[in-house]
């Protein structure tokens, strides 16, 4: 009877995994045995070769590759043999012998075992900021996007040429989270029109479009198989409105989309003309048409009033609601407040709204109602003050589910602080992660709110750093270390911003060239007319 080892809890290994570490640490006899390893010893050497990057040997593995499905989270994640989740470890060298072993499966005849593959899913590959693999290095969505429409092409051009009939025969749909921006367009959308001959079929399950124009987003939106889009991120550089949305979902169906983010000021009202004033209501009926969508990301888009006709439509509750800076008055929150939504609500996003200057009463009637549900709010700027502590932790009394807090940019001294985390300490047992801002006894006295990034920085570090440090004395007195507590001046990390940066540099100042370009223009257009005029008269 097989026999576990006992190692500490988070990095048990069973008697099977150490094998298979032992194998993999063969050298060359690895790769020699391979042949004579039984179909379902592979996953256990897949996870022991990513653990230790033994690239060379997961190439060859899922070269060789003998079952139906290969996994990531079930491959990645915790399982029986190894509790260690590697799903964050989006380390280059093991993906990209994964994704180069998968080109070599299509295209190399059976060996020991038939072909038999059938789906590979990539969707658990979770981007962090810190790795954990010894090379340092990563293969960010980006990247893989990039990487596996390479593949595509390459297997296609060495089909032309390749005798065996073994890639003919072979379909494997690949699940991903795709990533499509300028850059990588072109090569994106020839594997999509190819995707009926390669036999590697990409589904993008997420879709991520920043960096391009509105006919590269709707075109390749079409080719990318719309009815497989669970989550659609159209961001940043990509001049989406209103109108424009309104086409897109008029258009293009999404039958299976749960998440939509749209870019800022995508649905902002004041650019609608005189004749479109019932366009939100019609987005908003459109919007209701996405049966499983439950979460909607719409943040920096003025909506003044006009809340309930996005929202009414919808008959699925949302969980996810992102209204930062979105300039809602108490019209909208008393709305939202007596929504179907509010009692659904998993994650909202409310910053940059005078919450308690504007309408108190709702927030607090907003937050009793999700309360059962609620585990992550933002209230970044909100104008948060020490008189408002008391409101604030009442209303906050009732959401014991939280396990995230966003507070940056509120103007709180170190003593309100102290008294949030005396009351955050003393319950809200699933709390795990808070966002505080500097507090403004930090700061110079005439200093004011919100910050401008010029004193943003400015601040005293070493007073800083006594209030955080008291902070967290208060929660390691309560027996809540394991709260982690922060500061992102400068925003929180982005995986794929940090991976795109570059390309969104150049796009914002090509946006920023261009209107500078028209503003020029504008004003030499009326500087010559003032002189016509003048020689006129």
């Not at 709305?335 to 309408?359: P, R």
């Not at 309360?371 to 009732?398: G, P, Q, Y």
């Not at 930090?442 to 943003?456: A, F, G, I, K, R």
């Amino acid at each position: 009877m097989q026999k576990e080892i006992e190692i500490k809890p988070g990095n048990m290994k069973s008697l099977r995994f150490l094998a298979a570490e032992s194998f993999i640490q063969s050298g060359p006899n690895a790769q020699e045995n391979l042949n004579c390893v039984s179909f379902n010893l592979y996953p256990l050497l897949f996870k022991a070769c990513y653990l230790h990057e033994k690239s060379d040997l997961l190439h060859d593995l899922v070269q060789m590759w003998p079952l139906p499905e290969l996994n990531l989270r079930k491959l990645l994640g915790k399982t029986v043999d190894c509790q260690t989740d590697l799903t964050s470890r989006t380390c280059r060298l093991c993906l990209t012998s994964i994704i180069t072993g998968l080109k070599d499966h299509v295209l190399s005849p059976a060996t020991t075992y038939a072909k038999n593959l059938h789906v590979v899913d990539l969707t658990a590959l979770r981007d962090v900021e810190h790795q954990t693999c010894l090379c340092r290095k990563t293969l960010g969505r980006w990247a893989r996007t990039q990487l596996l429409t390479q593949m595509c092409y390459e297997i296609m051009v060495a089909m032309q040429t390749i005798k065996s009939l073994s890639p003919f025969e072979t379909s494997i749909d690949v699940h991903m989270k795709g990533f499509v921006t300028g850059r990588n367009y072109e090569l994106v959308t020839q594997a999509f029109l190819l995707l009926r001959y390669c036999p590697l079929k990409l589904r993008f399950v997420g879709f991520r479009a920043d960096s391009l124009t509105l006919k590269q987003l709707f075109y390749v939106l079409r080719l990318a198989q719309p009815e497989c889009i669970s989550n659609l991120e159209v961001v940043h550089n990509v001049p989406l409105e209103a109108v424009h949305l309104e086409v897109l979902l008029s258009r293009v169906e999404f039958p299976k989309l749960q998440s939509l983010t749209l870019p800022a000021g995508a649905l902002d009202f004041r650019r609608l003309g005189s004749d479109e004033e019932d366009l939100l209501a019609t987005i908003g009926n459109l919007l209701a048409g996405l049966s499983s969508m439950t979460e909607l990301y719409v943040g920096f888009s003025t909506l003044t009033g006009h809340l309930r006709r996005l929202l009414s439509p919808l008959a699925t509750p949302l969980q996810c609601l992102d209204l930062a800076n979105c300039y809602l008055n108490r019209l909208d929150m008393t709305y939202l407040s007596n929504s179907l939504h509010s009692e659904a609500l998993v994650q909202l996003d409310i910053s940059g709204h005078d919450i308690f200057g504007s309408f108190s009463t709702s927030f607090h009637k907003l937050l009793t109602r999700c309360s059962a549900t609620l585990t992550s709010l933002a209230v970044e700027e909100c104008n948060i003050k020490d008189e408002d502590m008391d409101a604030f932790t009442d209303a906050l009394a009732c959401c014991q589910a939280l396990k995230e807090l966003k507070l940056l940019g509120n103007p709180l001294t170190s003593a309100a602080l102290q008294r949030l985390f005396s009351v955050l300490s003393a319950g809200f047992p699933k709390l795990n992660y808070i966002e505080v801002p500097v507090p403004r006894d930090c700061y110079c006295e005439d200093v004011t709110y919100p910050l401008d990034d010029s004193v943003l920085l400015r601040y005293n570090r070493e007073l800083f750093q006594d209030v955080r440090d008291h902070l967290k004395r208060i929660l390691d007195t309560a027996g809540r270390r394991s709260v982690e507590v922060c500061t992102p001046l400068m925003g929180a990390y982005d995986p794929d911003i940090n991976e795109t940066s570059n390309e969104l540099g150049v796009s914002m100042l090509t946006s920023f060239n261009n209107v500078v370009g028209s503003f020029i223009e504008t004003i030499s257009d009326v500087n010559n007319r003032r002189s016509q005029a003048h020689r006129d008269n």
